[in-house]
């Protein structure tokens, strides 16, 4: 079953949506949570 409406968020708004969406291009997940760690360091 697939949802009727999708959602996307620019930032995170403090909870997980299970709505689909379009599969995120791997390279910039892989972006983000390299900054994440970065961050997570510090």
Same mark, same amino acid.
């Given at each position: 079953?697939? $949802?009727?409406?999708?959602?996307?968020? &620019?930032?995170?708004?403090?909870?997980?949506?299970?709505?689909? #969406?379009?599969? $995120?291009?791997? $390279? &910039?997940?892989?972006?983000? $949570?390299? #900054?994440? /760690? &970065?961050?997570?360091? /510090?």
């Amino acid at each position: 079953m697939w $949802a009727s409406q999708q959602i996307y968020f &620019e930032k995170y708004e403090g909870y997980i949506s299970t709505q689909l #969406r379009p599969k $995120a291009d791997i $390279a &910039e997940l892989k972006q983000s $949570a390299q #900054r994440i /760690n &970065e961050k997570a360091k /510090n």
